[in-house]
């Protein structure tokens, strides 16, 4: 299986500030790169998916980049509501394997 | 509106046998292109997929655990059935369903989650 290596577990932000959270691939997984925000009780929430696509309704603040084995998702002005759990997951397979998740918390 | 609800027994002995089921809404599987997939989280670890079942019936399973799993649909209900055989006290986890599109292959909406708990 693919692994995926998302860094930082967890950090501390500001409102307003510039997030950065990145996602290695064990191999290359071309584009096929995407994201998600999770927050206790609620279902998981596709933010950007193939990398840089952004999913409709979805702020235009969250933006991915990246190919091949690197990958990044950032939040450009931090909002409240944007405090919670972020994964990354690889859809290259069928068998799709995912990051271990990064949470943002208030400093 | 696309919506998917898991739904299941909160506690299983172990060497029983887990059946889960996703039922949704806003979508139908008998739609060219559309899957829902099982995935489980672990306390403190990383998302696991499970297995996938498609419109036209095709299915797919992790290969760590593809010999106690099965997969079926009822498109007239708008349900996907998992079944998982011989639980052990690891398969304790939150288990979503999603959608997926099969061209794409990535889940873009999910339920928020069954929690299962495997102990005697």
């Known amino acids: 299986d693919i692994q995926m290596t998302q860094s930082p577990s967890s950090l501390s932000a500001s409102v307003g500030d510039r997030v950065t959270i990145t996602c290695r691939a064990s191999q290359t997984i071309s584009k096929y790169l995407n994201w998600y925000q999770h927050k206790a009780g609620e279902a998981p929430r596709l933010l950007i998916y193939?990398?840089?696509s952004l999913q409709s309704g979805v702020p235009s603040r969250f933006s991915g980049s990246g190919s091949g084995t690197d990958f990044t998702l950032t939040i450009s002005g931090l909002q409240p509501e944007d405090f919670a759990y972020y994964f990354c997951q690889q859809s290259y397979s069928t068998s799709w394997t995912f990051g271990q998740g990064t949470k943002v918390e208030f400093k | 509106q696309v919506t998917l609800k898991e739904s299941g027994p909160a506690l299983v002995k172990p060497t029983q046998t887990l059946t889960l089921t996703c039922t949704f809404s806003g979508f139908s599987l008998s739609t060219s292109g559309m899957g829902v997939s099982w995935i489980r989280q672990p306390p403190g670890k990383a998302l696991e997929w499970l297995a996938r079942i498609d419109w036209d019936d095709d299915k797919f399973y992790s290969t760590s655990l593809k010999t106690r799993l099965k997969i079926s649909k009822d498109t007239s209900k708008n349900e996907v059935v998992l079944t998982m055989t011989n639980i052990d006290p690891v398969d304790t986890g939150t288990y979503y369903c999603a959608r997926v599109h099969t061209t794409g292959n990535y889940p873009d909406y999910w339920g928020q989650g069954a929690l299962v708990t495997a102990s005697s």
């Open positions: 193939a990398t840089s």
